[in-house]
């Protein structure tokens, strides 16, 4: 019995293309472009001399790239050097401490939140929420009369108390999600095998929550580290400025040291850049964790 194979040929059909897909495509590359045009410059301007920055038409790429301004800022024995490596230690020293207190104050207050039941509870909860309503330098003159009566000008102490109260709310309300989504149960277990209710948090619930700690420490850093108007407010001291108002030293009333800004910018860019590639994937776990009900 013969078999006889036939070959069949089918039509190739084409794909319609997706617009939308490349469209985000496009829009993606944009915003890409966007944000690492202005880095890019930032860093080719830092590397050229004072001449070169100057020139017009600008000079793209830089034909005698120099490392001085780095060296000069990193020198501390030179007075640029002195006075960037204070500001920077004092930016470090306020974002420190306000990032431990305020964690030190929101993982109780987002668990009290999560966990127990009161009279008020939603109020309070969503009242702590109402400052984010309403734009930062709306409290700038209430808080410098209060610093002011409190004796907390020219201090540390008035950045650290007023940085604090911009990021409670946020980092409280990230918390209690990554707290929401935690089983109780394993609290209850805790229990039951003898461990009181500050153990079971300690041990069971800490742990579980380390990513949405974490994110909540990159949150409250970066706020501090990056502000400027109520440092530029509450600072006149030399000693006592934060990096965001002491670059500004770079502008003097009649020439800019371009080369010299660019560079301790990029300097100011550096830790904020390597603590969120160091600890991206808590920050990433925490905001989604945070935002899903489980």
Do not use: C
Not at 24 to 48: D, Y
Not at 115 to 136: E, H, K, T
């Amino acid at each position: 019995m013969a078999v006889i194979s036939e070959n069949v040929i089918r039509p190739v059909v084409k794909k319609p293309i997706d617009w939308w897909r490349w469209a985000g495509r496009a829009f993606l590359t944009f915003l890409l472009l966007f944000t690492v045009l202005p880095m890019a410059w930032m860093v080719l301007t830092s590397v050229k001399s004072q001449f070169a920055a100057m020139q017009y038409p600008p000079q793209w790429w830089p034909t005698e790239p120099t490392l001085n301004n780095y060296f000069k800022l990193l020198d501390p024995n030179s007075r640029v050097g002195s006075e960037f490596l204070r500001y920077f230690w004092n930016s470090f020293y306020v974002s420190l401490l306000t990032t431990i207190l305020g964690v030190v104050v929101a993982v109780p207050a987002a668990y009290a939140f999560s966990r127990f039941r009161f009279p008020g509870r939603n109020f309070m909860f969503f009242a702590v929420l109402v400052r984010n309503m309403f734009p930062a330098v709306v409290f700038l003159m209430p808080l410098f009369l209060l610093m002011r009566w409190m004796g907390l000008i020219n201090t540390h102490g008035s950045l650290i108390l007023t940085y604090l109260t911009f990021g409670l709310p946020l980092s409280i309300w990230l918390l209690k999600g990554f707290y929401d989504n935690i089983p109780i149960q394993l609290e209850q277990a805790a229990r039951i095998d003898g461990a009181t209710r500050f153990q079971a948090f300690l041990l069971i619930v800490m742990p579980l929550s380390t990513p949405g700690i974490i994110a909540t420490s990159i949150f409250s850093f970066i706020g501090a580290w990056n502000e400027y108007v109520y440092a530029y407010t509450f600072l006149s001291r030399d000693s006592q400025m934060t990096l965001p108002v002491g670059i500004q030293r770079f502008f003097t009333e009649f020439a800019t040291d371009w080369p010299g800004l660019m560079a301790a910018t990029f300097m100011m860019s550096v830790p904020v850049v390597v603590l969120f590639l160091v600890l991206q994937k808590y920050f990433v776990r925490a905001l989604t964790e945070g935002a899903v009900k489980h």
